[in-house]
């Protein structure tokens, strides 16, 4: 919305910021689709998420690897303690450039 109004949008949040928001969206996802559902399609954002959020490769995969509730919250857990790699997590994280196939979106 933001980018529709203005053309320019605030910079992406700091480690903090995007922990929290990514806790809320699967939040969200899992009181729309039950906890199970939300735990298997949002790992399909969540592998962009952490990247972007400077996680370390094998938090990533402990987070991916999750299949109940209790093994999201301890990777959640492990990310939040480790926080960013390289970084701290007040700082302005840099942007992450997400390459996606080029031509028509129907040929994806």
């Known amino acids: ?12 949040g700091n480690f903090e910021e995007r922990l ?15 906890t199970r559902s939300a735990i298997i399609q949002f790992r399909k954002t969540a592998h962009w998420y952490l990247k972007a959020m400077r996680v370390a490769s094998w938090l990533r995969n402990r987070f991916q690897s999750a299949n109940t ?19 701290d997590r007040t700082g302005i994280l840099p942007d992450l ?9 129907e040929r994806w």
């Open 1 to 12: 919305m933001q980018w529709e109004e203005s053309g320019r949008y605030d910079p992406p």
């Open 20 to 34: 929290e928001l990514f806790k809320r969206q699967l939040g969200y996802l899992a009181e729309s689709r039950g």
């Open 69 to 87: 509730a209790d093994e999201v919250d301890a990777a959640l857990r492990e990310i939040e303690a480790h926080g960013p790699i390289g970084g």
């Open 97 to 105: 450039a997400i390459p996606v196939p080029s031509g028509p979106v």
